[in-house]
């Protein structure tokens, strides 16, 4: 009867183990969906700029580049944000006017060096992109992320009863 019960547990315990795996595995397979939107942005602009290899390679590493940066300031920005929430909710201390108006200025410097990282972005296109792939491309830009806010605003829509 021992003998009966262990077999069943490392039955039982091998197949759950393969099952976990191969969830993980399906897991792994859809990927994460900003990767998805991204790889999808990547073959569109590929196709609607018409690069050449060479030029897509030196594109995408100059985005990469930008975004990275781009986060970084985001990042500095929420926890700025952060910052003015626990100030602002915080009973024990008042914060000065002056505490305030350092944070204001910090926001609007991060906020500035986030406009001029884009500007600088769009500059060091401009000697890679035919200026007919640069006009393609800052088009193609807002009406990618234009369609994918009305899929996301479309998904939190709730159905209307019938």
């Known amino acids: 009867m021992k003998r009966y019960f262990f077999f069943m547990l490392l039955l039982v315990s091998i197949l759950s183990i393969e099952i976990i795996s191969q969830q993980h595995h399906m897991e792994d397979r859809r990927g994460n969906p900003r990767e998805l939107i991204d790889q999808l942005e990547k073959i569109k602009l590929i196709e609607e700029l018409q690069m050449s290899e060479e030029v897509s390679i030196k594109f ?22 952060l ?59 807002r009406k990618f992320r234009e369609e994918m806010q009305n899929i996301i605003l479309r998904g939190r829509q709730k159905p209307v009863p019938e």
């Open 60 to 81: 995408f590493s100059r985005r990469n580049e930008f975004r990275e940066k781009e986060k970084k300031l985001n990042e500095r920005i929420e926890s700025l944000s």
């Open 83 to 141: 910052l003015v929430k626990d100030k602002s909710h915080n009973p024990d201390g008042e914060t000065s006017n002056a505490e305030w108006k350092r944070i204001t200025n910090e926001f609007i410097a991060v906020e500035k060096l986030m406009r001029k990282n884009k500007y600088d972005f769009f500059v060091s296109l401009q000697n890679l992109l035919t200026p007919k792939q640069m006009a393609q491309f800052l088009a193609f830009e």
